[in-house]
């Protein structure tokens, strides 16, 4: 099994996925993947760490109903880990805007509008994204290492 570019991303289910009953769809679809799942956890966020999870975009007009959005239902902050999996799991959800996202993505399949748009994922342009929103949501002992038991089916 080649072990290469494997790596963790944060990925967050917002309130309206979680409003919606949309959980399971969005977890399902990651471990069919074969991404492997090494932290998660329920919560309804805290208002200072959703604006240092949301910091970069403090001067946007859209700032004030994202923080608001975000900490006004339970999300589900996970980590994900795999070959690519940045870049994987973005492919996945899709672009921002749902109009914009394609059928068979999460937010093409599940969402319409922009501020309602289903999940987070880091952003795989940003180097320094996983690292930083680990850190923001778990604490290092909150994360589990252990054998995937289909790792030499998903891997050369
Ligand atoms: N957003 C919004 N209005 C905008 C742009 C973004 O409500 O004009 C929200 C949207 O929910 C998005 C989040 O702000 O998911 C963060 O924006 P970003 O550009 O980081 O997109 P993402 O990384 O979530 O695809």
């Known amino acids: 099994m080649s072990d ?7 990925v967050m289910i917002k309130p309206d996925a979680f409003g919606r009953g949309l959980v399971g769809e969005v977890i399902s679809r990651l471990e069919e993947r074969g991404l492997k799942l090494v932290g998660i956890k329920v919560e309804t966020m805290p208002r200072e760490r959703a ?6 975009h403090e001067d946007k007009p859209f700032y004030d109903d994202l923080v608001d959005f975000i900490t006004s239902g339970p999300v589900v902050p996970m980590v994900w880990e795999g070959q690519d999996a940045t870049r994987q799991v ?4 899709g672009e921002t805007d749902p109009l914009e996202a394609q059928p068979g993505t999460i937010r093409g399949d599940f969402a319409l509008d922009l501020g309602r748009n289903v999940v987070h994922a880091a952003d795989h ?3 320094g994204a996983n690292e930083r929103e ?3 949501h778990f604490d290092d002992d909150e ?3 252990y054998d995937q038991h289909d790792a030499e089916w998903l891997y050369e």
């Open 4 to 10: 290469g570019g494997h790596e963790r991303t944060f």
């Open 51 to 56: 604006e240092e999870h949301y910091g970069e």
């Open 90 to 93: 973005r492919q996945m959800i």
């Open 125 to 127: 342009e940003d180097e």
């Open 134 to 136: 680990i850190g923001i």
């Open 143 to 145: 994360l589990i290492d």
